[in-house]
Nanobody, 124 residues
Framework: QLQLVESGGGLVQPGGSLRLSCSTSSVTWNIYSIGWFRQAPGKEREGVSSIGNGGAPTRYADSVEGRFTIFRDNAKNMVYLQMNSLKPEDTGIYYC?????????????????WGQGTQVTVSS
């Protein structure tokens, strides 16, 4: 199972920005799509964004469209989630995950390996 490590979470005021990072030591992860999910207390884990193995296509949940941007640097084995105009409802634990496919997907069942998560809290 591939190991993923998220970083970049923290406490930010509404309207602020954060950039999450996801890294892996795998040498083959660049053939798979990567997704970001989040889980708020008492809620189901939901898909936030995903990116295909070549950097496209990208997909976003309606709730983050226009505010979040996903991108990847395969040479560095990194995937990023730039989050702008953050809202309190964006609060949660954010996870990155590797899918079994090359194209972007938002279905949890398509993902085979998960990181431990990083906490994002949006509050004044």
């Amino acid at each position: 199972q591939l190991q993923l490590v998220e970083s970049g979470g923290g406490l930010v005021q509404p309207g602020g920005s954060l950039r999450l990072s996801c890294s892996t030591s795998s040498v083959t992860w660049n053939i798979y799509s990567i997704g970001w999910f989040r889980q708020a207390p008492g809620k189901e884990r939901e898909g936030v964004s995903s990116i295909g193995n070549g950097g496209a296509p990208t997909r976003y949940a309606d709730s983050v469209e226009g505010r979040f941007t996903i991108f990847r640097d395969n040479a560095k084995n990194m995937v990023y989630l730039q989050m702008n105009s953050l809202k309190p409802e964006d609060t949660g634990i954010y996870y990155c995950a590797i899918s079994r496919f090359g194209t972007a997907t938002m279905r949890r069942a398509d993902f085979s390996s998960w990181g431990q998560g990083t906490q994002v809290t949006v509050s004044s």
